[in-house]
C-alpha cells in the first residue's frame, strides 16, 4: 500500500495510519513528490513548506505509534495564502505582502497544527481573495487541473486546484461571495463556506469583515465534515466568533434523506446559466428526490439584487480593512518619497493590483459623503430584505438547491478585460454570504469534459444538515469513482 | 442614486486621494470608464422598496464582546518591528509628517 498514497482522502488515509500499514512520512513525501510531479503545471502553491511538513510528519507518527492520534494527525494539507502562519510569508497574493512573514499563526492554524496535520504549502489565490479565477494573483495563475487552459476559479483557486491534483489531502479556503464554493466546483471537488462566526477570522487577513468565512476543501464529503469538526467553535481573540457547542458533525452523514424538505428557488435557473450546467445540476435534483427528499420549487425575489448588494458592501468593507497597508509596519514601502503623503501613495499604488484597488476605490466612493446614503446604507437594507426572504423559505425547506457557478471553468484570459462579466462569476454564491448562512459544493457531474458543482444552502447553523445532503447524494452519484481524478 | 452614473476625471481624482492610491493619468481614466460601468449596473438597488426595512451590518446579530481585562504579554520587539521596511535601532523611520 505505497502507491498512489497522493490519491488517498484524508480518512482514507486515517484508517491506514492507524493500522500502522502507512506512515504519515511516506504519506507526505509521496505528497510532496507529487506536487514535484505537477505542480509545475498546475501552480497551485506560491510557497511550498516541504521541510516543515516533514518534521510535522515524523511528529505525527510519533503521536500515532503513541495511540494519540487525532483525526487530522499526520494528514498533509495546503492552507490559502490569506491564514497567518509563523515563520512562514504569507503573502495574499500581493505585492505588498510579498515578503511578510507573521509573528504568529491564525486560530485556524494553530488548531490544524495541534491536531497534527503536515502543511505542505500556501496556496495561491487573488490578490486579497478578489477574484473569481486566480488571474489576479500578482505572482502567477493557477490552472485547472482538469484542463490547463481553464481557471481553477477563485479566489481559493491554489488550495482548490491543490486539492483537486492530489497535491494535498484537504486544504482551507476562505469565502467571501463564492470563493470556496467556486473553485471546488470549477475542480470538481467539496467546498463548504460555513455559517457567518462558526470558524474563527483570528489570522485571516481581512477582505470584507462582515463576510468573510473560512471553510474546508476536500476529496469529499466525509472529509469536509472531519475538518470542519477541528476548525469550528469559538474564539476570544474573534469578537465575532459564535458560542456553541461544536456537534460533531461526522455524525450528521447518514445515506438517507426521507423527511427533509428541499427547496429549489427559481431565481438561480435563470438567465446567464450554462444549459448544460443546468441540466446536470436537474439531474442532480432528481437524485435528491430518488434519495426520499421532498423537493418543491420556490421563489427567492430578491436574488438578483444581491450582486449589486455584494459589490457595494464588499468592497466598502475593503476599502477601510485595507487602509492598514501603509508601508510603515511591514510590507512593501515605496522608498522614492518626498513626503509622508507621496509615500503613502507610491506605496499603494505600486503595492496593488488593478482589482485590488478598484475595489478600494469603488469602496471609497460608495462610503463618501454624498454618496454613503444611497449606496451603502440601502445596500444594508436590501441585505435585511435577503436575509428576510431566506428566512421566510427556511420556514418551509431544511435547505435549498441550486447550481454553484453558472458555468464550467471558463478560459485562462476569457474574461480578464470586464470586471462587470468576472464579477458575475459570483451571483450565485454571493446570497449566502450576504445573509450569513452556511453553503457547500459538492460534484455533481461532467459538462464540456469539465466538473459541475451542485450547491446547497441552508439556515444559520444548518451544517450538519447540508452535510447530510451532500453525502448521500455523493454516496448515491460517486463522482470520484464515476469520472476518476483529473488526467494528470 | 442618480440616473447614468458618469464619474469626471475629478471625481476619480478625488477618490484616488481619499484612498491614498497614487494613480497616472491613464489609470484615472481606465478607472472613470470601469467604475462608471459598475456603478450604472448598481442604479437597480435604488429602485428596491425597502420601506422600514433595518441595515444589516453584519449577518449575526452580535453584543459587543468584551474580554477580562487581564494583562498577558505583547509581542517580543524583535517580532513586532521584524517586518517594519525601514528600521532604525528599536524604531521605525517614517518622513516627517509635520513639516
Redesign the interface.
Known amino acids: 500500500m505505497t502507491e498512489n498514497l497522493h490519491s488517498l482522502t484524508a480518512h482514507e488515509a486515517r484508517t491506514l495510519l492507524d493500522a500502522g500499514e502507512i506512515t504519515s512520512v511516506e504519506l507526505t513525501t509521496a505528497a510532496l513528490e507529487r506536487v514535484a510531479q505537477v505542480d509545475g503545471s498546475v501552480k497551485a502553491f506560491i510557497t511550498i513548506t516541504d521541510e516543515l511538513a516533514l518534521e510535522q510528519a515524523k511528529q505525527a507518527d510519533a503521536r500515532i505509534a503513541a495511540g494519540e492520534a487525532q483525526p487530522l494527525t499526520g494528514i498533509p494539507m495546503a492552507l490559502k495564502d490569506n491564514m497567518v502562519t509563523r515563520g512562514i510569508r504569507t503573502t495574499c497574493a500581493s505585492r505588498i505582502l510579498e ?3 507573521p ?2 499563526d491564525a486560530t485556524v492554524t494553530g488548531r490544524l497544527y495541534q491536531q497534527g496535520a503536515a502543511l505542505i504549502g500556501k496556496g495561491n489565490l487573488d490578490e486579497f481573495a478578489m477574484g473569481s479565477s486566480n488571474e489576479n494573483s500578482a505572482f502567477h495563475p493557477t490552472h485547472n487541473p482538469w484542463s490547463f487552459d481553464r481557471v481553477p476559479g477563485g479566489s481559493s483557486g491554489g488550495p482548490a486546484a491543490a486539492v483537486a491534483a492530489d497535491e494535498c489531502l484537504f486544504a482551507l479556503g476562505s469565502d467571501t461571495g463564492g470563493s470556496i464554493r467556486q473553485p471546488a466546483a470549477l475542480c470538481g471537488i467539496v467546498g463548504m463556506k460555513p ?3 462558526l470558524v474563527s477570522r483570528f489570522g485571516l487577513v481581512a477582505f470584507a469583515s ?1 463576510l468573510d468565512q473560512i471553510g474546508p476543501l476536500t476529496k469529499d464529503v466525509t472529509d469536509c465534515a472531519i475538518v470542519l469538526n477541528a476548525i469550528a467553535g469559538n474564539d ?1 481573540n474573534d ?2 466568533s ?1 458560542q456553541f457547542d461544536v456537534p460533531d458533525y461526522t455524525q450528521a452523514l447518514t445515506a438517507d434523506l426521507r423527511g427533509l424538505r428541499i427547496g429549489v428557488p427559481a431565481e438561480y435557473f435563470g438567465e446567464g446559466l450554462d444549459a448544460s450546467v443546468e441540466s446536470v445540476v436537474r439531474k442532480g435534483i432528481d437524485t435528491l428526490r430518488t434519495l426520499g427528499a421532498e423537493v418543491e420549487d420556490t421563489s427567492l425575489p ?1 436574488t ?2 444581491a ?3 455584494y ?2 458592501i464588499a468592497p466598502s468593507e475593503a ?1 477601510a480593512n485595507l ?1 492598514r497597508y501603509d ?7 515605496a ?1 522614492d ?10 506605496t ?2 505600486h503595492g ?1 493590483g488593478q482589482e485590488v ?2 475595489r ?3 469602496g ?2 460608495a462610503l ?1 459623503a454624498g454618496y454613503y446614503d ?2 451603502y ?9 435577503i ?2 426572504e431566506f428566512e421566510q423559505v427556511f420556514k418551509r425547506f431544511d435547505a435549498v438547491v441550486m447550481p454553484t457557478s453558472p458555468t464550467v471553468a471558463f478560459e485562462l484570459g476569457e474574461k480578464t478585460a470586464d ?2 462579466q468576472m ?1 458575475r462569476n459570483d451571483i450565485l454564491t454571493i446570497p449566502a454570504n ?4 452556511p453553503g457547500i459544493s459538492v460534484p455533481a457531474g461532467m459538462s464540456e469534459g469539465l466538473p459541475v458543482g451542485l450547491q446547497l444552502m441552508g439556515p ?1 447553523m444548518s451544517e450538519s444538515t447540508i452535510l447530510r445532503i451532500a453525502h448521500a447524494f455523493e454516496q448515491a452519484t460517486d463522482f470520484r469513482g464515476t469520472h476518476g481524478l483529473p488526467p494528470l | ?1 442618480q440616473e447614468g452614473t458618469h ?1 469626471t476625471t475629478d ?2 481624482r ?3 486621494l ?6 497616472t493619468d491613464d ?1 484615472i481614466e481606465r ?1 472613470r470608464g ?2 462608471s ?3 450604472a ?2 442604479e ?3 429602485q ?1 422598496d ?1 420601506g422600514d ?8 446579530d ?1 453584543l ?2 468584551m ?1 477580562d481585562d487581564i494583562s498577558r504579554p505583547s ?1 517580543p520587539r524583535e ?2 518591528l ?5 528600521r532604525e535601532d528599536d524604531l ?1 523611520r ?4 509635520l513639516e
Open positions: 515578503n511578510f512573514v509573528p504568529y455559517t457567518y462566526g462582515s476570544p469578537s465575532t459564535l430578491s438578483p439584487y450582486l449589486a448588494v459589490y457595494i476599502s487602509a508601508g510603515v509596519k511591514y510590507g512593501f514601502s522608498q518619497a518626498d513626503s509622508v503623503w507621496d509615500a503613502l501613495e507610491k499603494r499604488q496593488f484597488k478598484r478600494i476605490m469603488l471609497a466612493y463618501s444611497a449606496y446604507l440601502q445596500a444594508q437594507r436590501v441585505r435585511t430584505l436575509r428576510r470586471p462587470l464579477y450576504i445573509a450569513g448562512i444559520a | 442614486m464619474l471625481d476619480v478625488h477618490i484616488a481619499l484612498a491614498r492610491i497614487g494613480m489609470e478607472m470601469q467604475l460601468d459598475i456603478l449596473q448598481f437597480a438597488l435604488s428596491v425597502t426595512l433595518q441595515p444589516t451590518g453584519h449577518s449575526v452580535l459587543s464582546v474580554r509581542f517580532d513586532a521584524a517586518n517594519a521596511p525601514n521605525i517614517v518622513k516627517a509628517v
